[in-house]
């Protein structure tokens, strides 16, 4: 019989995960069932307990979700720790166990697939949401130089400044001050705005020369940053569709312990948004 396991989110329709799992299920022969499942912020902890009872082995959590899964964790990695939220969680006896393959997701498509080298890179953070803070500590890790972090409500900024430590390497700083923060090799979006259409003003002065810029999101909702760095002078531009195959990988590894190969699925997700992607 195969396993059940989903992704929560709030919306969740557009998810790509499905697609995914089911890909990398055919590929290593592992049989499973996967699943979109919808619940408001409100309906969530019900929503994944009822899934628990229905014999749900594991699931990603997605934008509303993370932080409230983490606190529904009984145990964690200390990656998810750093990072205060989860995007995959597996059964245990105890109940569930977080991790966050956010970041690992991301470091390996910069440095795997864009042969991205993210040492001592003066890195410009903008969003201080669930996935800011799932990449966040990865970044640190990976040997990024100086990270700046800003976010429209700057109180989740110094959050996760104060979370990740290192005050002489990382900082937190108001949207106003960036025109005052100088240059960076690399940018990343990790905000939402552009679902609603607009992004925070941002400064040509942010852009160092050869800097790469990265929008975690990907298809139609990465173009407004990508297409602000292409147009100031960026040397590479990178949406999250590699970011999210990579972590879909990671979640997949922690359940059933097999990796699976990422490129096959990441070409064809890739073609299918090739007219929406400026990369
Ligand atoms: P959250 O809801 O947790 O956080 C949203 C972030 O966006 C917050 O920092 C929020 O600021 C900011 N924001 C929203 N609207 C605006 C605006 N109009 N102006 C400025 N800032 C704004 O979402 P997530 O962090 O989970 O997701 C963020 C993005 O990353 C999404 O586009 C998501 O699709 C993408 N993502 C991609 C992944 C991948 O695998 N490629 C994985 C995870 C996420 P404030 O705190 O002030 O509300």
């Given at each position: 019989m195969s396993s059940l396991y989903a992704v929560f989110g709030?919306?969740?329709?557009?998810?790509?995960s499905p697609r995914i799992h089911a890909t990398f299920g055919r590929q290593t022969g592992i049989a499973l069932r996967y699943e979109a499942i919808d619940a408001t912020p409100e309906e969530f902890p019900r929503a994944l307990d009822a899934f628990a009872t229905a014999g749900g082995a594991g699931a990603n959590v997605t934008l509303p979700h993370k932080q409230a899964a983490y606190a529904l964790c009984a145990t964690v990695t200390e990656r998810a720790r750093r990072a205060g939220a989860v995007n995959t969680l597996a059964r245990s006896a105890e109940g569930w166990h977080g991790d966050n393959t956010d970041g690992a997701g991301l470091v390996r498509d910069l440095t795997e697939?864009?042969?991205?080298?993210?040492?001592q890179r003066r890195t410009l953070l903008i969003g201080a949401g669930g996935a800011a803070r799932g990449v966040a500590p990865s970044l640190l890790d990976a040997g990024v130089g100086e990270l700046y972090i800003v976010n429209r409500t700057p109180e989740r900024a110094d959050a996760l400044a104060d979370i990740l430590g290192q005050p002489a390497r990382v900082h937190a700083r108001y949207l106003s001050d960036l025109p005052a923060l100088g240059s960076f090799d690399l940018l990343l979006?990790?905000?939402?705005?552009a679902r609603g259409g607009s992004l925070p003003p941002l400064p040509m002065s942010l852009l160092a020369p050869r800097c790469t810029a990265v929008d975690l999101s990907y298809g139609e909702a990465a173009i407004p940053f990508l297409a602000w760095a292409r147009a100031n002078g960026a040397q590479q531009v990178v949406d999250g569709l590699g970011m999210l195959v990579e972590q879909a990988a990671e979640s997949f590894a922690l359940w059933h312990g097999v990796r699976p190969l990422t490129d096959e699925v990441y070409e064809e997700l890739h073609a299918r948004h090739a007219a929406l992607v400026t990369a």
């Open positions: 709030h919306p969740v329709g557009h998810s790509l697939r864009h042969r991205f080298d993210l040492r979006n990790a905000t939402s705005a």
